[in-house]
């Protein structure tokens, strides 16, 4: 088992609702992470749809078999690398005769192969009209140990819940695709953007001794209560000592691949 590996925040920009566009930027910023040495790529939250966007009701597809989804696949194939990447998720109750949504992640190892498939439970209240909500955790093995998954407000779940579960699973490194929006008007001079995220990674990173990663999307939001945010970047590393190993730029044009080293125990 190896102690490190090159991890790239792949904070790319999502438009929403056209998951084609959207698509062929991550396949772009999966084959340029892997020609800078990146042996796992973290990619946003509903990367394909864009967050809280209507279009999913059309647009989303199925996990594992789904376009996006086997796309993704391909590209972790054709690059040799992992991909974390968020999706919605379009899953059929056959008995109940009812299609559901789903905000969704998964971890692709080299092989094209799905690792961890997760549905994300701390889901915010306006969201929920368009996302069902998960049910479970996992963990999955991988060459550098246990790797734990995650989606954005997962990680500010009540008491860092999630994320602790996840290092009590014996995750040593845990991912989470994420669309992190401030209003339009946010000014990150006087009030700078990230506070919320290192108090909820840093305490489970320091008590755990884990890398916690989220990576965000760049671009506006429009639709739902937040229409009129904008998606910022800013992606965040965080050390098993609760600092940050490694930041993305701020801005709504802010379309970035950020490669870093992650150096286990």
């Not at 379009?90 to 690792?115: H, K, Q, S």
């Not at 992190?180 to 001079?189: E, I, K, Q, R, T």
């Amino acid at each position: 088992m190896s102690n490190s590996f090159n991890l790239a925040l792949a904070q790319m920009l999502v438009t929403p609702g056209d998951a084609e566009g959207n698509l062929a930027r991550a396949e772009q910023r999966i084959s340029t992470a892997a020609g800078r040495g990146a042996d796992m790529v973290l990619l946003p939250e509903a990367l394909d749809c864009g967050w809280a966007h209507p279009s999913a009701k059309e647009l989303a597809g199925a996990v594992p078999g789904g376009g996006s989804c086997l796309r993704l696949r391909r590209a972790a194939r054709e690059h040799g690398v992992f991909v974390c990447a968020g999706l919605v998720e379009r899953a059929a109750r056959i008995a109940e005769r009812e299609t559901r949504l789903f905000n969704a992640a998964v971890l692709i190892d080299p092989c094209g192969e799905i690792l961890l498939h997760h549905r994300k439970i701390h889901e915010l209240e306006f969201a929920r009209k368009i996302y069902s909500v998960g049910h479970r955790l996992g963990v999955a093995e991988t060459r550098w140990g246990r790797a734990g998954l995650m989606i954005c407000a997962d990680g500010f779940a009540p008491g860092q819940v999630i994320s602790r579960s996840l290092a009590m699973m014996g995750a040593r490194f845990i991912l989470s695709p994420c669309a992190w929006a401030v209003p339009a008007d946010h000014d990150n001079v006087k009030e700078p953007y990230g506070q919320l995220w290192l108090d909820n990674y840093g305490p489970v990173a320091r008590e755990f001794g884990v890398w916690i990663a989220g990576c965000s999307n760049v671009g506006p939001v429009t639709a739902g209560e937040w229409a009129g945010r904008k998606c910022i970047g800013n992606s965040l590393l965080c050390a098993p000592a609760g600092g940050i190993a490694a930041r993305g730029a701020y801005g709504a044009a802010a379309d970035e691949v950020v490669v870093a080293r992650v150096e286990l125990a």
